[in-house]
């Protein structure tokens, strides 16, 4: 009787363990009451007079469903999820399995009906510390790295897969086939010695995939940075170069406004009004075409926005700005322009993805106090608050670090706005 409850109970734990952990790396949960339902179905499942790897298969599936139909969660990670919280709890009871017989082989016999409850509910919390360590190394693990790319999630899960199915034979094949542990005595040194040390490995493999995993990602991650900044700096030249052009017809304008305004007055003392109204449309068209949509304050930064807003426009995208950078400033113009130009492709693509009855707009503004200037970049928004910090989002964060700054991002259910703080003082 003892040994049912206690079992009734552990396997409870282990399942709840199990999605509670799937909820925090996913970054994500659902009703309590559905999160319930599922773990007591799993708990169900584990009960029935089945094989392990068949059990284990069911409670792979009812995992993936609770996933993707309750968490709607990307189908990759949740596998990649699963096959780890399931292998990590086998792998665990499987260590304890093999120590326990182990540590009979010396001490069971002297007293049978003591050791076995000892056996087993030591064992038991044994695994499931030894599981909740391994599940909270992982946590930590995926906490601080949040750049996992889908495309090479098929690398780690094909590995992670044969563990799965290797973990569960093992256990067939050796624990659950044994009728007692006296029979286990005389193949102590062939078998389970040998098992203990596959399924440590199996323990330690698991993390050294993530391990190298986690380096292809960093290595990717840095690969499509430097092609970004690459390709920003090419902008950038370009930007310099078009704010120069523009300061030289603005130059060349002024150098000419006096002998403008002589053309004009001649032209209104000989009383050819219709002239002098043709004269002054072409000056106004020549202005116009030199004067910038909304002045920054930085002529690189115009060119930038002034590149933005003919984009925003041909996506029905409306801009309004009130930047105004200060001059002098310890910013350089190559850090603003990688907060503007990243969070305005940020805004731009978050715009596109709205439906098209729904407002598109984006809203530049700063505010400065004393030595702290804060830009913020306000766009409408699908809300949808499940988003990963990409590439642009991470440059912006970079660059505030810079000038010992900070970024900080809001969310309502139509807007987004991204505010980033920055220590302009020479000191």
Known sequence: MFTFLFSYITGFIEISLQFVFFNKWMQLSGKKYQTVAFILLSHIVCQLPLSTLIKLTLLAILLLLYSTWILKADIKLSILYILLIIEIMQLCYGVFNSISIIVSFFIYHLNPSLFSPIFMVAGTLFSLTLAVLCYQIISNYINNKQNAQNQYILIIIIPLLMIFVVSGYIHFTFYENIPSLQSTF?????THIPMLIIQILGIISIFSILYAYQKLIDSFFLHTKLSMLTQQTHFQRQYVKEAWTHYANTKALRHDMKNHILIIKGLLE??????????IDELYIATVNTAFPFPTNNPILDVLLENKIALANNKEILINSSLNIPSPCIVTDMDFCIILSNALDNAINACEKISANQKKYIHISNHQQEDFLLIEIENSFDGNVHFKEGIGLSNIRWTA???????????TDTTFCLSVLLVISPH
């Open 186 to 190: 005389t193949i102590l040194n062939k």
């Open 270 to 279: 000989k009383q050819d009004f219709l002239k002098a109204k043709t004269y």
């Open 401 to 411: 670090q810079k000038y010992d700054g900070t970024i900080e991002i809001t969310t």
